[in-house]
């Protein structure tokens, strides 16, 4: 049998090389987030410090982590209000059980352990009981922070006694470089690999992009459902209890919001609202846009008010590029 050869000169084949590259939407944010960072180095002397650098970093990286589970969930069908309450709900009830005397690890586990839980409640009501992800999230968003409130009486739990060993996760560096931004590369890595490369994540894209199809193939896509929704959960209380290490409080009040931040960030990086679409690094480009968007406004003192309408601006503007793409493709 002859082997096709293409015939196309070397120029004609990069040219296509580039043109493909350029239709990515990861080469768009790459692009976008490298012109603001050139703008703002001449906007402000402060923005390429290591310092400011960093807490960019350190501030997207934890979230990121949230991020990841939204952005499976996302391209499953799903979508969870919930995560921010749930991040809250595991920094609260790992710092409970160690004022309790519980060593600190083990209430870190059995707190990630009750989230995950809080993500088979929901995934239970979705695919057994036939409830909308939004409906079944939002309940147990208000839920999560009222048990947060409960817990606490509204204020914060100080945990000032924690060994110097837990906070290390939150607050240590390895060489020049924060635990906490290896933990965020080991789990984007970990889970980027495994949705491209592996058949059992396959399955979570077949689902989002036709249910019913799947089903017919064989996928039991009720499963697949199930554990994409408890695996964002148990993702926020990983996220949950870094937070904890990090500011060596927790805090019921935290994470209000974050569910726009983590669902915005997953749209701008391709996630799609209708399903069967998505990537983890697309996503953590898009926390990464976010991330540089509010290091900007704060550096050039813009009011907090106009930086809340500006990323509502963001995801609108996202969500709708989203819309068109998918009216596109029908």
Not at 141 to 164: H, K
Request: with cysteine; proline share 3%.
């Amino acid at each position: 049998m002859e082997k096709s050869i293409n015939l196309a000169p070397p120029a004609t084949q990069g040219m296509g090389a580039l043109k493909k590259l350029l239709r990515m939407r990861e080469t768009g944010l790459i692009l976008i987030i490298l012109a603001l960072c050139i703008g703002m180095s001449f906007a402000s002397p402060y923005f390429l410090t290591w310092v400011n650098i960093r807490a960019m970093v350190m501030a997207f990286a934890v979230e990121g982590i949230v991020v990841v589970g939204m952005t499976i969930l996302l391209i499953s069908g799903g979508i969870d209000l919930s995560v921010g309450s749930v991040t809250a709900l595991a920094m609260v009830i790992a710092g409970w059980l160690f004022l309790q005397g519980i060593d600190p690890w083990i209430a870190s586990l059995i707190s990630i352990a009750a989230c995950t839980g809080i993500g088979a409640f929901m995934g239970f009501f979705v695919t057994r009981v036939g409830l909308h992800h939004f409906i079944v999230s939002l309940a147990v968003m208000v839920i999560a922070r009222g048990a947060c409130l409960l817990f606490t009486g509204g204020r914060p739990i100080g945990l000032f006694t924690l060994p110097a060993e837990f906070k290390f996760i939150g607050q240590g560096a390895i060489g020049p470089i924060p635990l906490v931004i290896i933990i965020f590369l080991i789990v984007v890595l970990a889970f980027d690999f495994m949705l491209r490369r592996t058949t059992a994540f396959r399955k979570v894209f077949y689902t989002g992009s036709n249910e019913k199809a799947a089903a017919y193939s064989g996928i039991r896509t009720k499963k697949v459902i199930f554990l994409t929704t408890t695996l964002c959960s148990a993702l926020c209380g990983v996220a949950g209890i870094i937070y904890m290490a990090r500011f060596g409080s927790a805090q019921p009040t935290f994470g209000l919001g974050m569910e726009l931040n983590v669902i915005a960030a997953a749209v701008i990086g391709g996630a799609s609202l209708n399903g069967g679409s998505g990537t983890i690094f697309g996503a953590i480009l898009g926390a990464v846009l976010l991330s540089v968007v509010s290091s900007s406004l704060a550096l050039l003192d813009v009011s907090v008010y106009w930086q809340d309408i500006i990323r509502g601006s963001i995801l609108l503007a996202a969500v709708s590029i989203d819309h068109y793409l998918n009216k596109r493709r029908r």
